[in-house]
Every structure is written in C-alpha cells, then in structure tokens.
C-alpha cells in the first residue's frame, strides 16, 4: 500500500443495506453494516462520521474514496456518489468506482471453472455476467428474463449477488439452483485498493452508477415525452 492511501473509506448504497468500511494507519480496518428503513440520504453521512470516529479518524483526514456503483438501488446508488463526490471534492482527494459485477469476482477467486454472476435487474430480469479466469468481462454483460435463464447459464454454477435480501434460485426459475455470495464493504474496499495500487482513478466528471438499463421513472418520462 503507497502511503498516499493509508485511510480510505469505502461506500456502498447497492441495496437497503448500508456497507461502510475505513482502512486507518495503512493496515487496519473497521466496517459497518446496517438495514436502511428509509433512504440512505437520512443517515449516510452520520454512519460515515460515526465510522471514521469509531478509527480514530476524521473527515480531513481521508486520503481516498471508495466507492460501490452497483447495478441496484436507482436512489440509493445516487445518493451514495453523491454524497462521495461531496466530500472528495471538498477534501481534493481522488475516488474510484467498483462494481457488483468486481466485488462477486473477487469473491469468487478461488472457484474453479466458469460460472454466471446474477444481479436483479426489473421484475423477472436479470443482469447475466461470466466469470472466467479470475474476472469478469463487463462488456459481455446482457440482461436475461427468468425463462431464458436456463439457456443462458447452461450447466454452469450460479451466483447472486446485490439481492435485497439475498436470492437462492429455488421453484419459480425452473431447473436452476444458485448461491448467494455474501459481500460486504470490505470487499468493495479491497477492489477499491487494487484498483489504486494500478494508478487507477474516476473521473469525477463522468462517474456515474453502472445502469445497464433504463430506470423505470426514465422510461415513463421517455413515454411521455414521445406522447406530446
């Protein structure tokens, strides 16, 4: 680690679950994570000052952000960037962003073999990516409904991941089991930091939620637009 990044935090608002994580001192870390009974905007900022104060740390003394970009939550993937950019603008330190889609490889590294990453997209949709020699490629990404699932992943292993509560296939999506793959700020921190340690920073002009496709309110106001 270059001592230019020895605290770090690192936020996720994918879902209802708040994930924060602060690496202090360059070795050490404390994580938090909590159900969100409203929006993140409520509490976000709170939980991170409780956080940092919980290392010894406060917000001056930050040296890098971490931050998750889903695919998920439409609001609280806003909220989240929002409230990063925030602070690195105000502090004049750098983010980089992290997506499900790295956190589940990472989780999957010591797996053998391929297999299809699923994250929620619309009711009866799902993200679809391959996980194949320790990455997976996010340009090959696609959308798939439920009754093209079996199709799609053929006889390869299944994992969900950034499911609200956490989804096991089960009945519903015929002949298809899966595992969740249990992740947490400390993951999103530990991508965040490899992608550092390469040189890698966003751009906070154009850092954006990963949406791969249309939020429903997007889609209505695209509907009505057409209809005047």
């Known amino acids: 680690m270059s001592d230019e990044y020895l605290n770090v935090l690192a936020v996720d608002t994918t879902t209802r679950q708040l994930n924060l994580a602060v690496l202090f001192g360059g070795d050490r870390s404390v994580k938090s994570s909590e159900l969100v009974p409203g929006t993140h905007g409520q509490i976000l900022l709170k939980k991170i000052d409780d956080l ?28 989240g960037l929002a409230a990063v950019k925030g602070i690195a603008i105000a502090r004049d330190i750098p983010i980089v962003g992290v997506t499900l889609f790295e956190v589940a490889a990472l989780c999957l590294k010591r797996s053998e073999g ?54 096991t296939l089960k009945e519903g999506t015929p002949g298809l ?22 040189g890698e920073k966003s751009d906070l002009a ?7 496709q249309k939020a429903i309110a997007e889609i209505r106001f695209d509907q009505k637009s057409r209809s005047k």
């Open 206 to 212: 154009v850092l954006e939620p990963v949406y791969l």
């Open 177 to 198: 089991k899966g595992r969740s793959l249990d992740y947490d700020a400390g993951d999103v921190l530990q991508v965040g930091l490899e992608k550092f340690n390469r």
């Open 52 to 79: 940092l104060s919980s290392a010894g740390l406060a917000i001056s003394n930050l040296q890098a952000i971490v931050v998750s970009l889903g695919p998920g939550s439409f609001t609280g993937l806003r909220i």
């Open 114 to 167: 391929p297999a299809h990453v699923l994250i929620p997209s619309r009711k009866g949709e799902f993200y679809v990516g391959t996980y194949r020699d320790g990455a997976i490629c996010e340009s090959d990404i696609g959308v798939v409904e439920d009754k093209d699932l079996a199709t799609c992943v053929g006889d390869d292993r299944i994992y969900t991941i950034g499911y609200d509560p956490p989804l």
